[in-house]
């Protein structure tokens, strides 16, 4: 099966668009925040320090992600999403056995997603990787599951 969620990436842009429109709109009405503080230098520094929290939070969280199990190996891949096509940035890349897989486990946070997989090595250690699964969708996220269960299945029949 393979799967990636490159279509989530005009989302992505449109919510940075949406951020920095709206960091433009809170700055030219600055005056309306005069209800926080007296201080212009403290109300500037909470709402920069806002906008600053939400840009890394959607940076944290826009992350490109694909999953390939067609073959004998298993490819999955995590990387940037808005750079991808130019740089090669926060690039996290397994590639392992269907033999290989002990377990895997999908955390599910408010606001964040995540895949671990726990891959046994050559000398026998088992080595947790981790992998971002924020924005892939739900259908696709199931199938992912489907598909590791399977391998983890036949691995235990196997033995």
């Known amino acids: 099966m393979r799967t990636n969620n490159a279509k989530v990436k005009n989302v992505?842009?449109?919510v940075?668009?949406?951020?920095i429109v709206l960091a433009i709109l809170l700055a030219t009405v600055f005056s309306a925040f005069?209800?926080?503080?007296?201080?212009?230098?403290?109300?500037?520094?909470?709402?920069?320090?806002g906008f600053i929290a939400l840009f890394s939070i959607?940076?944290?969280?826009?992350?490109?992600?694909?999953?390939?199990?067609?073959?004998?190996?298993?490819?999955?891949?995590?990387?940037g999403l808005l750079l991808a096509d130019?740089?090669?940035?926060?690039?996290?890349?397994?590639?392992?056995?269907?033999e290989q897989l002990v377990r895997?486990?999908?955390n599910n946070f408010i606001v964040y997603k995540s895949l671990s997989l726990y891959i046994k090595d050559k000398r026998g250690n088992?080595?947790?990787?981790?992998?971002?699964?924020?924005?892939?969708?739900?259908?696709?996220?199931?199938?992912?599951?489907?598909?590791?269960s399977k391998m983890i299945k036949v691995n235990r029949k196997s033995k």
């Open 58 to 79: 959607v940076y944290y969280i826009s992350r490109y992600f694909e999953y390939d199990s067609d073959g004998v190996k298993v490819v999955v891949i995590n990387r």
């Open 104 to 106: 895997f486990r999908i």
């Open 86 to 98: 130019y740089f090669n940035y926060r690039e996290h890349k397994v590639e392992f056995t269907k």
């Open 126 to 148: 088992i080595n947790k990787e981790s992998f971002n699964i924020t924005l892939v969708s739900r259908r696709k996220r199931k199938y992912i599951k489907q598909s590791l």
């Open 12 to 14: 992505i842009i449109s």
């Open 34 to 49: 005069s209800d926080v503080s007296d201080n212009p230098f403290v109300t500037f520094t909470l709402v920069t320090g």
């Open 16 to 19: 940075y668009f949406i951020l």
